[in-house]
């Protein structure tokens, strides 16, 4: 079952933070975060394990609520290059088979000078 | 670190010819790579699960006879797609990953149009 992410599309200035929602309706084992450029493969970003788990790097982080199945990126005074589509994916309390991510439907960010 | 390098980076052919793409990690031992399709402004969507030396597990809706994965080494995995028609061109993107409750690193995709 996919993950409904939000916004689906935002668009803001160079320096303006931003933030991206991921819910899920199922148990979530962890989440992880990508960046896809146009024509580009997806980067990875972060990944977020157990809940409450909060991460970040340059000014990028995340945070993972277990209990709400819900994690969000933050994106802190934003650059140029943080243009592009931003997609969580998400594992499931595992059933025994292979762990595996389903994507979210992908939120476009654009930044503009 | 954590490169995978997918190739051919891009094929038109025309219909009913079949068409493989390879998947390999450079740097690092795969046990387990995946491999996703993605239509233009959407999400990517699992096709199958590859682990080395083992059949792939294919998701639901997808033919096993059309798309023919062989993950034959720890380095390497190739999609093939067999008798090729219009409506299998789309952008093929693999990943590969060391372990689980780690990242999955991706190709730089296929993008295949059938003519």
């Known amino acids: 079952q996919q993950p409904v992410q939000s916004p689906q599309a935002v668009i803001l200035r160079e320096g303006e933070d931003a933030v991206i929602n991921c819910s899920s309706s199922k148990a979530l084992y962890s989440v992880h975060w990508y960046r896809q450029k146009h024509g580009e493969a997806p980067v990875f970003l972060m990944i977020?394990?157990?809940?409450?788990e909060q991460k970040g790097h340059d000014k990028i982080s995340a945070s993972f609520n277990e209990k709400k199945q819900q994690s969000s990126l933050y994106l802190t005074a934003s650059q140029l290059s943080y243009s592009g589509t931003y997609f969580c994916g998400t594992e499931y309390v595992p059933s025994g088979s292979a762990r595996q991510l389903t994507f979210g439907s992908g939120t476009q960010l654009t930044v503009l000078p | 670190g954590a490169v995978v390098s997918q190739h051919p980076s891009w094929v038109i052919c025309k219909s009913g010819t079949s068409v493989k793409i390879e998947c390999r990690s450079l740097?690092?031992?795969?046990?387990?790579m995946f491999w996703y399709r993605q239509f233009p402004k959407q999400s990517l969507m699992l096709m199958a699960t590859s682990n080395e030396g083992s059949k792939a597990t294919y998701e639901q809706g997808v033919e096993k006879d059309k798309f023919l994965i062989n993950h034959a080494s720890l380095t390497l995995s190739t999609l093939t797609v067999t008798s090729a028609h219009p409506e299998d061109s789309s952008f093929y993107i693999c990943s590969a990953r060391v372990l689980d409750n780690q990242p999955q690193h991706f190709g730089d995709g296929t993008r295949l149009s059938i003519l």
């Open positions: 740097d690092f031992q795969a046990t387990t």
């Open positions: 977020l394990l157990k809940g409450g």
